[in-house]
């Protein structure tokens, strides 16, 4: 809420630099793969690059007519991808700061994007209640994956790509299919969505079942989900958040 971004040192807890330029609050921060970038988006309605060693603004990108809600580096590191309240996801070229695709087509604030392991796929999601797939070349939307009643705020690719998991206001986790665009399963039973949640896809395959334990002050919660996703799914508390989960079922006998 201070405009600013801090770098930490892990070993020492000292602030290595602050990272200060935004107009407004920061939003989101994402690292580059290689680490030697930070971007970051703000209510300022801007992008900024910036250089991990030195702390300097490396690139100002501006297009975007809303608050910047999401960032996401390409697996390359030579593409950025940023979802703002605008309606649109704007696809940005590392090297000039040229903006390259403006992705349009959902009907309210974009609250995610995440690119798929291989690069050449975006997934955003919505306050429409839908997920849209991009094809990173054209810009052009692949599927629409509808079935949430409420806003999309949080989608997570598979480590192998072909599945996509996302998180809603209407207390459900949905799994979908990428080259069908169909859902597999829808995940039920929160308490409380208002809690700051995030979904992980790991590549382990197991047997179904539930398991729940407590870590800290947190909640986990996996469930493992047996081929064709061959996948578990984690839905866990940021930050030391408590979740409270109720009736947790699957829509799909998989």
Same mark, same amino acid.
Not at 202 to 209: D, E, G, L, M, Y
């Given at each position: 809420?201070?405009?600013?971004?801090r770098l930490w040192d892990v070993d020492t807890g000292e602030c290595v630099h602050t990272l200060q330029g935004h107009g407004s609050y920061v939003i989101s921060v994402a690292y580059s793969p290689k680490g030697d970038q930070i971007v970051s988006g703000s209510e300022d309605k801007?992008?900024?690059l910036w250089g991990v060693d030195t702390g300097e603004c490396i690139h100002t990108l501006q297009g975007h007519r809303g608050i910047v809600s999401s960032v996401a580096y390409s697996p390359k590191g030579d593409r950025i991808a940023s979802g703002s309240y605008d309606k649109t996801v704007r696809l940005w070229d590392v090297d000039t700061g040229e903006c390259v695709h403006t992705l349009q087509g959902h009907s309210w604030a974009v609250n995610c994007v995440v690119y798929s392991p291989k690069g050449d796929r975006?997934?955003?999601?919505?306050?429409?209640?839908?997920?849209?797939?991009?094809? +990173?070349?054209?810009?052009?939307c692949v599927h629409t994956l509808q079935s949430h009643s409420s806003s999309v705020n949080n989608v997570v690719y598979s480590p192998k790509g072909d599945r996509i998991a996302s998180r809603s206001y209407d207390r459900t986790v949905k799994l979908w299919s990428i080259e069908t665009g169909q859902c597999l399963a829808t995940i039920r039973g929160?308490?409380?969505v208002f809690h700051k949640m995030k979904v992980y896809v790991? *590549? +382990? *395959?197991?047997?179904?079942?539930l398991l729940q334990?407590?870590?800290?002050?947190?909640?986990?919660l996996a469930y493992r989900h047996r081929p064709p996703a061959n996948a578990e799914v984690f839905i866990l508390g940021?930050?030391?958040?408590?979740? +409270?989960f109720t009736g947790l079922k699957l829509d799909d006998d998989l």
């Open positions: 809420e201070d405009k600013t971004v801007t992008v900024r975006i997934a955003s999601g919505s306050g429409d209640s839908t997920v849209r797939l991009w094809d +990173v070349d054209t810009g052009e929160f308490s409380n790991s *590549p +382990v *395959p197991t047997k179904n079942h334990e407590k870590e800290l002050a947190t909640d986990l940021e930050e030391g958040s408590r979740i +409270v």
